[in-house]
């Protein structure tokens, strides 16, 4: 296997991340390394592997066409009603644009989506390097967060996912584990700069 060249391997990059992502949101944050064939980003985020011809496709700018944003909602659908708060650097026009390609993906699988600009940094936010998803501290945001995280790097986006309470730890005490309520089971998508 490891003779084959590493974007052959992206066929079984889901079906090895759906046996380990679990575990990993439940020992406290997503870390894909994708075979040791994925170079990591500042703060986590997982890129994937380019094959030949491909070498643009780090500096093009990010975007979800019409196919991949069905295919997302499709994976996502199974969460109708989710909340999702997406914000993305306002002075960033790039990460804006692909905020609003991931909305769109989450629209169509009936999420409710609260969508507004967010400057790095700005009250203990970190800073983000490609797609950060963080999870509040309940057993429905973590299990939502696992297959929003699958979906989005199965389109090749480099994605990671992190508990929110690492940033703020009272949230730790503020929401019940078992809780429905959909601000308690929310999960916060930050879409940083482009890796």
Not at 63 to 75: G, N, S, V
Request: aromatic letters at 8%.
């Amino acid at each position: 296997m490891s003779g084959l060249p590493s974007f052959l391997m992206l066929k079984r990059l889901p079906k090895v991340l759906s046996v380990f992502c679990g575990v990993l949101i439940v020992a406290g944050a997503v870390a894909v390394n994708a075979l040791d064939h994925a170079p990591t980003t500042e703060r986590g985020a997982t890129t994937v592997p380019l094959g030949p011809g491909q070498l643009g496709a780090r500096t093009a700018q990010r975007h979800l066409d019409p196919k991949q944003q069905a295919f997302i909602a499709e994976k996502l659908s199974a969460f109708a009603g989710e909340r999702a708060d997406l914000t993305w650097y306002p002075n960033d026009g790039e990460a804006g644009k692909f905020a609003a390609d991931i909305e769109s993906a989450l629209n169509a699988a009936h999420w409710k989506v609260f969508n507004s600009p967010f400057p790095a940094g700005e009250n203990g936010m970190p800073t983000v390097i490609g797609v950060a998803i963080f999870t509040m501290p309940n057993d429905r945001s973590q299990k939502v967060s696992v297959e929003l995280f699958k979906a989005l790097l199965s389109e090749r986006v480099a994605a990671f996912a992190e508990p929110l309470t690492k940033y703020f730890p009272s949230f730790a005490t503020a929401n019940s584990q078992h809780s429905t309520d959909p601000y308690e089971t929310r999960v916060l998508i930050v879409v940083g700069n482009h890796p």
